[in-house]
């Protein structure tokens, strides 16, 4: 009797969410359901196989989510093969070199960025410049915050555990991009520190960056950022 | 032949019958329950029906008790992310008289449309979306058409001259935007 007056409940809280109109986000589907779609794909089998590793890395220590990666590989299968594995490269290699590639349904990485541009109706191939740009303000960021001593470089990969640090490193080189890329600031534009340590705070009181990213906010120089610029629109050598 | 002999003879013939009689009625008790063991008794569709029904048992209780709440996990299931975070209600609301449909993207649905409802008709659409602390960018979608600023955001972003809200939930920004 309890059982069944207890599943009467949840179904009750069930239909009750549904129909009060409130607008619930998407399934976590399993990693096995993104892997198996992936095998599907019309990509190069090998290509496949070492995505797939990539996201299987990036699944287990929560560099991706598998509600984002689905869904950003079946738009894929919407566009030409080749544009589609130029796309997912940079994925796979921004995940080989240890960098969140997707923070869910919170927050901006690679993959929500390509949901979103996809969204604003974007071609294939700007949204691929854009996340080629993005990878190298993650290199820039992630190799300027470690030479000015502002995070410890340990092992780098996708496998290993992910550190406050690694989330540091995401929010700076996002802030940094927005403004660049979507704020329309130029390397020299000393509104580049406000902008970033604004973004930053924000990010703290909501809880998102932990308390090292105070530190991290104190230190930050208008040329720190500006160097990370500088790199990111020099040839860089990434693979 | 005299009378008594008669008689003689007929209480022999009567005692053999009844000898015989008996070797015959043993075990005619349990053979006759044997019989009607044998022999199915065939019930109609709902004469069974009506039995099942009329004698509930706990495993059939259960049984249903169990598909009650695999219906209802099913539901949540599909219409809510699992872990469940700590989240907070959030209204996201547009004012669009006679729109004829409107949706919200945002990074919270992975830029996917979650529509939004205005019950009375008066223009005002709304949703409310359970989200964790964190940053969100979203836009509103008025009959497909890309509308970005949402006076409720707390920031703005131009994507490829398309403007982008930005909302972040929790900590000290919760009044605002719940």
Redesign the interface.
């Not at chain 2, 539901?75 to 699992?82: E, I, K, V």
């Not at chain 2, 972003?157 to 490829?160: P, Q």
């Not at chain 2, 972040?168 to 920004?173: I, N, R």
């Given at each position: 009797m309890r059982i069944a007056l207890l599943s009467l409940l949840f179904l009750a809280l069930s239909l009750l969410a549904v129909s009060q109109g409130i607008a619930i986000p998407l399934r976590t589907p399993a990693p096995e359901e993104v892997l198996g779609f992936l095998a599907g794909m019309n990509l190069p089998p090998a290509f496949k196989s070492a995505l797939a590793e990539a996201f299987t890395s990036a699944f287990a220590t929560g560099r991706a989510t598998t509600t984002v990666t689905l869904l950003l590989l079946q738009d894929l299968t919407a566009i030409p093969p080749d544009k589609a594995e130029r796309g997912l490269e940079i994925i796979r290699y921004a995940i080989s070199q240890g960098f969140i590639v997707d923070t869910g349904l919170s927050g901006s990485s690679m993959m929500n960025e390509a949901r979103k541009l996809l969204a604003l109706s974007r071609t294939w191939e700007e949204i691929e410049y854009v996340l080629s740009l993005r990878l190298n303000f993650l290199l820039a960021t992630r190799s300027t915050l470690a030479r000015y001593g502002l995070i410890q470089l340990g092992k780098i990969g996708p496998d290993v555990p992910l550190t406050p640090a690694d989330r540091l490193v995401l929010e700076v080189a996002w802030a940094v991009g927005d403004f660049v890329l979507w704020e329309g600031g130029d390397p020299g534009d000393p509104r580049i520190l406000a902008f970033v340590q604004e973004r930053l705070n924000r990010l703290c009181s909501v809880g998102v960056l932990p308390a090292e990213a105070a530190k991290l906010m104190a230190a930050l120089t208008p040329e720190m950022l500006q160097e990370i610029v500088r790199l990111v629109f020099q040839p860089m050598e990434r693979r | 032949m005299r009378w008594d002999e008669v008689d003689e003879l007929i209480r022999a013939a009567v005692a053999k019958e009844v000898e015989e009689g008996q070797k015959r009625l043993s075990g005619l008790e349990e053979r006759v329950i044997r019989e009607l063991a044998r022999r199915p008794v065939r019930r109609s569709f709902w004469e069974k029906v009506r039995e099942f029904l009329s004698r509930p048992t706990p495993r059939w209780?259960?049984v249903?008790?169990?598909?009650?709440?695999l219906?209802?996990?099913a539901?949540?299931?599909?219409?809510?992310?699992?872990p469940i975070p700590q989240w907070n209600p959030n209204l996201f609301v547009i004012a669009a008289p006679g729109a004829k449909s409107v949706a919200?993207?945002g990074?919270?649905?992975?830029?996917?449309p979650?529509?939004?409802?205005d019950?009375d008709g008066d223009g005002i659409w709304s949703?409310?979306?359970?989200?964790?602390?964190?940053?969100?960018?979203y836009?509103f979608l008025v009959d497909g058409k890309?509308v970005g600023q949402d006076p409720l955001a707390?920031e703005y972003?131009?994507?490829?001259g398309?403007y982008?809200s930005v909302r972040?939930?929790?900590?000290?920004?919760a009044d605002r935007s719940s």
């Open positions: - | 209780a259960l249903g008790a169990l598909a009650a709440l219906l209802g996990f539901l949540g299931r599909l219409t809510a992310p699992s919200i993207v990074d919270f649905s992975a830029w996917q979650l529509p939004l409802s019950p949703a409310i979306i359970p989200l964790p602390p964190g940053r969100y960018e836009a890309w707390h972003l131009r994507t490829f398309e982008v972040y939930v929790g900590g000290e920004h």
